[in-house]
């Protein structure tokens, strides 16, 4: 290292990042303290399903780093996820105004600046924020899933799997909170407790934790994000009409009252989505990129089966073109399982004002390659907005390390108004399709004997109920058409929507509007016995909107069972 001179070590860098295909501009490097705008450092776009990490200090630029590769994707026509924490994502739909000090920075890195907006769909888990309302079944969710929001044992989850198995096999949809008290509750019945025996059975005293365990989650308002209509994964796939990628950003203006939620919910849509996508081997561009910002959320006091789940998806998942940037402080915040996996590293600055964080550092060093730079110095004095960095080229080798300033993004590095994030969620054509809350028939009705109630209020933007005359009829054929691509193309199965029949008196490519098909509620079940014998006919409640049904069944007996996936949810749209 002391023996190679500036020019040399220029070289070696500058011919590690000479790349073939498509890439992501990631900035210039740094060398023996001087910025080389010729030495640029870049990320193959081929390579960005081998996954990432985007570490450092707070307030070292991790946010603004994935806001400036999201953007970069984008136009590349790669659709994104990005969990808003802060709010300053939002800035993706504003484009930047340029200063002088804006294009100094542009200037000495060699980057062609311009002020650009981009495509931007804002989500809200359950309705909490302005975005388009995300909603899960407890059924597609699954026991694994809920049992770390829930914070339940090993003991108490093995029990939660018992009761999925029962609600699966007879057919009981567990679509909110209630369905699912209510077969904790027949379960410990003189009714229902010998349902379980053969199995092992339900004690009353786990039944009665879990139980609480739901009170909590009502309490903390929870029940607004289990229920129906509920979010199509798939919805994340969308290119837009300029054939960019839609970046979508879930806004979690409550994460500090409901980490465990959000940290769990990221996960559900990466299994969703791993049970869903087919394999689709080396791509020149993945299908999708998620960044996971605050990732030590999802390890903290994770279980071992939870581990083992998320460890399972990253490693696979990349074979059916998704790639997963965890954004976080440190590397140690990772599992080693994990931090195997991710081939992309962008570092930024660490502190080393504590004993602990100068173990911190020295880890962090030790993950790296052999480099020519003194990384313990260099990553304790890196500006903000700088990061070392070393990805993976197109031969599946590790780049040099290099000290990068990185690019400065082209959309506001902060929040758009209110006012835009309004309008974008009121224009968009989702919001027919998710604004409103529905309650069919399930397990709640079927085991109780009451209809379903009534509808929920409309999300922010009060849309009509989805299929009022003239409402975003267009917007809505739109989603229809892209929602055929997207199974046709991507997912590669024949789509199950129909294709749009023209109106009558309309021209040829009129769709029409339709009302959501809802299902009548069922007759109320004898008060005594005969329960199993009045299930065996249940077939489950439609969901609104004209969505599929979320059981999937293997054959038409009674004690027919879901199929699984890895993390113990539902594949609702598999066949």
């Known amino acids: ?42 990320l193959p776009l081929a390579m960005m399903n081998r996954h990432g990490l985007v570490a450092g200090a707070t307030g070292t630029g991790k946010t603004v780093t994935l806001h400036m590769m999201a953007e970069q994707l984008s136009t590349a026509g790669v659709p994104v996820f990005l969990a808003d924490i802060k709010g300053d994502l939002s ?66 989850e093995s029990s939660l799997q018992l009761i999925f198995h029962f609600a699966d096999k007879k057919n009981l949809e567990l679509v909110d909170l209630k369905d699912l008290r209510a077969v904790i509750q027949f ?37 607004k994000f289990f229920g129906e209509p509920e979010f199509d994964t798939a919805e994340l796939l969308r290119t837009a009409p300029d054939g960019r990628g839609v970046v979508t950003c879930l806004e979690l203006p409550t994460l500090q009252t409901k980490p465990m939620l959000f940290s769990t919910f990221l996960m559900w849509l990466l299994a969703d989505l791993f049970e869903d ?7 020149d561009k993945p299908k999708l990129v998620f960044f996971l910002d605050e990732a030590h959320l999802l390890f903290n006091d994770a279980s071992k089966a939870f581990l083992d789940a998320i460890t399972t998806t990253v490693r696979l998942i990349r074979s059916k073109g998704v790639g997963i940037f965890f954004v976080t ?34 880890a962090t060093v030790s993950t790296f390659p052999v480099s020519d730079y003194d990384l313990e110095e260099t990553l304790t004095s890196a500006g903000i907005g700088e990061a070392v960095i070393t990805v993976m080229n197109e031969r599946g080798a590790p780049t040099p390390v290099a000290l990068t300033r990185l ?17 974008t969620v009121a224009g968009s054509a989702l919001l027919a399709k998710y604004g409103t809350a529905v309650d069919n028939v399930s397990a709640y009705e079927k085991l109780t004997g009451k209809g379903a109630a009534s509808t929920g209020e409309a999300a922010p933007g009060e849309p009509p109920v989805p299929g009022t005359a003239g409402h975003a009829r267009g917007g809505q054929a739109d989603v229809d058409a892209e929602a055929r691509r997207i199974e046709e193309e991507i997912l590669g199965r024949p789509s199950s929507r129909p294709a749009p029949a023209p109106e009558r008196g309309a021209g040829p490519d009129a769709a029409p509007a339709r009302a959501p098909r809802r299902r009548a509620p069922e007759p109320a079940a004898p008060t005594g016995g005969g329960m199993v014998g009045d299930l065996a006919g249940a077939l489950g409640g439609a969901l609104g909107g004209g969505l599929k049904s979320m059981v999937r069944s293997m054959g038409t007996q009674l004690g027919r069972e879901l199929l699984r996936g890895v993390f113990g949810t539902s594949s609702r749209r598999r066949r």
């Open 407 to 423: 690019r400065a993004p082209e959309s506001v590095m902060g929040p758009s108004t209110d006012e835009l994030v309004k309008s």
């Open 1 to 42: 290292m002391a023996n190679k001179t500036t020019a040399e070590k220029l070289a070696t860098i500058q011919k590690g990042y000479t790349l073939e295909g498509a890439t992501i501009e990631l900035g210039a490097a740094i060398v023996d303290g001087e910025l080389h705008k010729e030495a640029q450092v870049r």
């Open 187 to 223: 379960l410990t019945s003189d009714e229902g407790k010998d349902e379980l025996e053969e199995l092992g059975g339900l004690s009353k005293a786990t039944a009665g934790v879990i139980l609480r365990e739901l009170i909590n989650l009502e309490a903390q308002g929870l029940e």
């Open 277 to 283: 996508l087919p394999e689709a081997g080396d791509l």
């Open 329 to 362: 402080q440190t590397p140690k915040d990772v599992p080693a399982d994990v931090l195997g996996q991710l081939a992309n590293r962008i570092q930024h600055a660490l502190r080393a004002f504590t004993p602990e964080d100068a173990k911190a550092l020295k």
């Open 91 to 156: 800035g993706l739909a504003t484009a930047a105004t340029g200063s002088e000090k804006l294009k100094a920075r542009t200037d000495g890195i060699g980057q062609a600046w311009a002020g650009k907006t981009f495509p931007v769909e804002f989500l809200a888990l359950g309705g909490d924020g302005n975005g388009i309302p995300v909603r899960a079944t407890i059924t597609s969710f699954g026991p694994i899933l809920l049992s770390r929001v829930m914070e339940l044992n090993d003991t108490q």
